[in-house]
């Protein structure tokens, strides 16, 4: 059973900053494929960016590729997402999802995970 924390959320307005934290319990942390989610009110999840388990690669939805940095340090058993010139369409809760490896993995798909944290909130306003 992994268990996942975020932190860092807040309020902030558009052009701001923020870093978001989610530190996973376990000893299985290195060998989880790691993500990033959003999601609005009245909206689905989606992905935002999804890390292998070195964090080698990194993927990015669309919306946030060249505004967002998703990076892990495997050593504290935790991710991060930096993120830069903040606009309020970004405002949602952010969730952080762990995926055991060895399987199929989509890096911005829900469906691909199997842990999730309990979320933590972001607002942007002009």
């Known amino acids: 059973q992994v268990q996942l924390v975020e932190s860092g959320g807040g309020s902030v307005q558009a052009g701001g900053s923020l870093t978001l934290s989610c530190t996973a319990s376990g000893n299985t942390f290195a060998e989880n494929y790691m993500g990033w989610f959003r999601q609005a009110p009245g909206t689905e999840r989606e992905g935002v960016a999804g890390?292998?388990?070195?964090?080698?690669?990194?993927y990015y939805a669309e919306p946030v590729k060249g505004r967002f940095t998703a990076s892990r340090d495997n050593a504290k058993n935790t991710i991060y997402l930096q993120m830069d010139s903040l606009k309020p369409e970004d405002t949602a809760m952010y969730f952080c999802a762990a995926a055991a490896s060895g399987g199929r993995w989509y890096p911005l798909y829900p469906s691909s995970y199997n842990y999730w944290g309990q979320g933590t909130q972001v607002t942007v306003s002009l």
């Open positions: 890390l292998s388990t070195g964090g080698g690669r990194v």
